[in-house]
T-cell receptor
Framework: AQTVTQSQPEMSVQEAETVTLSCTYDTSENNYYLFWYKQPPSRQMILVIRQEAYKQQNATENRFSVNFQKAAKSFSLKISDSQLGDTAMYFCAFCTSGTYKYIFGTGTRLKVLA | SAVISQKPSRDICQRGTSLTIQCQVDSQVTMMFWYRQQPGQSLTLIATANQGSEATYESGFVIDKFPISRPNLTFSTLTVSNMSPEDSSIYLC????????????FGSGTQLSVL
């Protein structure tokens, strides 16, 4: 069975600084996707970034980038130039290709400080 | 991306009653999903709802407790039946983003409190 582990329940970062959120996963699958979702107080789950397991190149989306280490089964999220609007719960998620069945981690609550 | 409207946004219900949550999508989608997020917890998949077929429930969730309807390609409902305080959660509707990318798009959720 697949598992997703986020070992940092809470983190804080100063505005404009960089922060890295950790995520590890376990699977025997070879074809899968990894995601980071953001959930602000509005409860809306917002896709931040997505990584295909077959791609070696790390995904980037503006200020958000990932460090994908397939052999280590690690998938961390780096937020550069943190903004107050980045304050939210961040969930790491895994999905076997072709299934749409997501396994979510327990989340990291990130607070950006002014 | 799809725009997903979910109603109600929040509700407070009495023990033993039922609540039906509606999910409306602005485009036709094949696969819709219902998730539960218990207080301070992660998201857990309740069931997959495809139009024209019975919903497929995950382990630990049963149709009698969480009946789902999917009458067309833009709409679904989830009913939480015979509620108890343990059902207090956020319930989220989501839709598949399209073949080959496994993206999920979510509604804004229904915050349910059971007294």
């Amino acid at each position: 069975a697949q598992t997703v582990t986020q070992s940092q329940p809470e983190m804080s970062v100063q505005e404009a600084e960089t922060v890295t959120l950790s995520c590890t996963y376990d699977t025997s699958e070879n074809n899968y996707y990894l995601f980071w979702y953001k959930q602000p107080p509005s409860r809306q789950m917002i896709l931040v970034i997505r990584q295909e397991a077959y791609k070696q190149q790390n995904a980037t989306e503006n200020r958000f980038s990932v460090n994908f280490q397939k052999a280590a089964k690690s998938f961390s999220l780096k937020i550069s130039d943190s903004q107050l609007g980045d304050t939210a719960m961040y969930f790491c998620a895994f999905c076997t290709s072709g299934t749409y069945k997501y396994i979510f981690g327990t989340g990291t609550r990130l607070k950006v400080l002014a | 991306s799809a725009v997903i409207s979910q109603k109600p946004s929040r509700d407070i219900c009495q023990r033993g009653t039922s609540l039906t949550i509606q999910c409306q999508v602005d485009s036709q989608v094949t696969m819709m999903f219902w998730y539960r997020q218990q207080p301070g917890q992660s998201l857990t998949l309740i069931a997959t709802a495809n139009q024209g077929s019975e919903a497929t429930y995950e382990s630990g969730f049963v149709i009698d407790k969480f009946p789902i309807s999917r009458p067309n390609l833009t709409f679904s409902t989830l009913t939480v039946s015979n509620m108890s305080p343990e059902d207090s959660s956020i319930y989220l509707c989501s839709v598949a983003g399209g073949a080959g990318n496994e993206k999920l798009f979510f509604g804004s959720g229904t915050q349910l409190s059971v007294l």
